[in-house]
């Protein structure tokens, strides 16, 4: 139990008809029935048990302005009405610091949150009727916390009976050492979001400039009833050799017109439900989901600058790691819908087979830099402990991230909230996984060097309720850490494999020397993974992801075209493997258009033949393109956006192989072994490894039931006429895929027959063929 002997003083100055310097935890007990009533006027709180209509009080309100306007205080001095009801009344207990963040407890509404270093902690809260959240002018009520009572070690708490249960705005302001070389951020003027607020309100309609500087709070809801789930819901639980993985953006996969949802639909959770019967044609079985934790579509627009035309579509801007991003709830609906809708979402994927993953950003927040800092919450909070900061050089932030400030992942705080967040996820959300960005900062320490065996990276692993869900790191950073394939896993750990990615962009479009290491990446990147108990499907492949060229950019365009990230093309990696089989850009030739199009059908087939976990981007099922721009963070437009009208154009040719190859993978097991490949699973047609200008690989997969799969992979820019082994005992071959081939041709389930001893493979193409009875 809590107990409510004492009001601390910092409180009274609040309320001064109870200020007294010498008051005694036993006289104040007495005072705890202070009536709080909020009636819309900037100055009219008013603070007493029970006034006479003559009663006069001097009562003190400061105005809390969040997010830097400076604070300003005022005595006004009023005749209290005629009170013919007692005002509505809150006790104020010391509370308790553990669970971190809001919680209800017996007695009443507990708030705690962590600070090492802040000297003095104010609550603020604000009570806004519904649908005036936006118009939020930073009015708030204050309660300023006593460290000798409403702290325990470095937490600081404090619970408020009969407080509401829902629709309560919250923040805190926090001073304290204003020593930057220390690595100290405090600033009193802040109202700063709690980092365990489970729901963060702001603005309500994405990308609403009416609202551009809108301000952020936490919130919560104790009122709604608890999701229903559903009685015969059940999780998928798919093994991890079986997956295939669509990384996607919720927002950009309904937000175009095209999409034929509702207005209030498109770009939400709601609207992603509506399109799942899409995923379910394509085949795929996971969708890895980019940044759905709270963010600021509009932080580049704060202040003038190159990026200030830009909206942050992607989310790589964390604000809070607990809260849905409100902005995707269909018709503007808040954080507390969002929740909802995103269950709702969740719940709709795995009924239909597809888990989620989501991609998280633990490696840095929106706080920004020193030079133009952001603050909304950990850098105001204690910006020492929740960052990295170099205390050799003035106490700067060190930046591993690209991105300006650096989170300090193996800080034992920040280590349990990252923990925390993830449980939350997974309990609260019955999310299936986790794609960490740029892990290679988890496994650094709090000075920024190296681990060896990151604290963080092995908790995460060992971690009993994340103990079901697939763990998938960015084995690198931006400080020069690059760690692919030796990440440090505990044989959890599954990786993004940007070596499988560069080496086939670099054999398909007929780079010289290259078949060796292609041979490799499609066999499970044995090189790299194969090491303890791993298993190859810890290698997660992929040719293209949300950074980098789409599909079709990727032979369409030989240089990044990042002109409008207003940045003067300095943007982006100038590293893309790409060709644009002849002409740069956009073309109406149909030989050069037909030659990308076998280009995107070969990267496909060969992502979905090799051993490991494919993971394919949104839009390239039917050859979306950016135009050439390889870093598309900041448009909410076609470039980003799902085009549907396209997909329909393509639905029989190019979207048709797309989900026949990922289907026919889904069916054949030899692309899905458990284990790295022996010799008696693979046979390689080949005794030209040493030659860089040979260019084309052959090999059989074989079947322990005589249904062997025969590949070949010709990047000559001319025909190589193969001789196609004998197959198993009474079986013939049946061609499936000859990229080269118009659709439906190109791919045909039930197989084609009559192969010879010989065939002849086309310049730029590939083919498959199945032993079949």
Sequence with gaps: MLHSSVLSKSICTKFPLFASANANPSSISSLLQIGLKWSGKASSISCGQRLSSKARSRVKHRIANVYGRQARERLLEEEAPEMEETTPSFKIFPGQAFPLGVSEVDNGINFAIFSQHATAVTLCLSLPQRGELDQLAGEMIEFSLDPHVNKTGDI????????????????????????????????????????????????????????????????????????????????????????????????????????????????SYAGLIEKIPHLQELGINAVELLPVFEFDEFEFQRRPNPRDHMINTWGYSTINFFAPMSRYASGGGGAVSASWEFKEMVKALH???????????????????????????????????YYMVDLNN?????????????LNCNHPVVMELILDSLRHWVVEYHIDGFRFDLAGVLCRGTDGSPLNAPPLIRAIAKDAILSRCKIIAEPWDCGGLYIVGSFPNWDRWAEWNGKYRDDLRRFIKGDPGMKGAFATRIAGSADLYKINKRKPYHSVNFVIAHDGFALHDLVSYNFKHNEANGEGGNDGSNDNFSWNCGFEGETDDADIKALRFQQMKNFHLALMISQGTPMMLMGDEYGHTRYGNNNSYGHDTAINNFQWQQLDARKSDHFRFFS???????????????????????????????????????FTLHDNSGGDIYLAFNAHDFFVKVSVPPPPPKRRWFRVVDTNLPSPDDFVCEGVPGIGRTYNVAPYSSILLDAKQ
């Design 156 to 267: 600081w708490h404090i619970c408020i009976e009969d407080f509401p249960r829902s629709n309560v705005l919250y923040g805190y302001r926090m001073d304290g050492p204003k020593d930057w070389d220390k690595g100290h951020r405090f600033d009193s003027n802040n109202v700063l979001i709690d980092p365990y607020a489970k729901l963060v309100e702001g603005r309500r309609n994405f990308g609403d400039s009416n609202h551009k500087l809108s301000k952020f709070l936490g919130t919560y809801d104790f009122d709604s009833l608890p999701f229903d789930w559903g009685d015969n819901y059940t999780l998928p639980n798919l093994p991890e050799r079986d997956l295939v993985i669509y990384e996607m953006n919720v927002r950009a996969f309904t937000a175009d017109e095209s999409s034929c949802l509702d207005s209030n639909l498109r770009g």
């Design 660 to 698: 026949e190859v990922i289907n026919y993978r889904r069916m054949h097991q030899v692309f899905r072994h458990e284990n790295f490949l022996s010799k008696g699973d693979v046979t390689w047609h080949e005794d030209n490894w040493e030659n860089p200008d040979s260019k084309f690989l052959a």
């Design 394 to 406: 003035e106490g700067q932030l060190l930046n591993f991230t690209g991105c300006g400030n650096t």
């Design 351 to 385: 009924g239909s087979g597809i888990e989620v993953i989501l991609d998280v950003v633990y490696n840095h927040t929106n706080e920004a830099d020193d030079k133009h800092p952001y603050t909304t919450s950990f850098r105001g909070i204690d910006n020492k402990v």
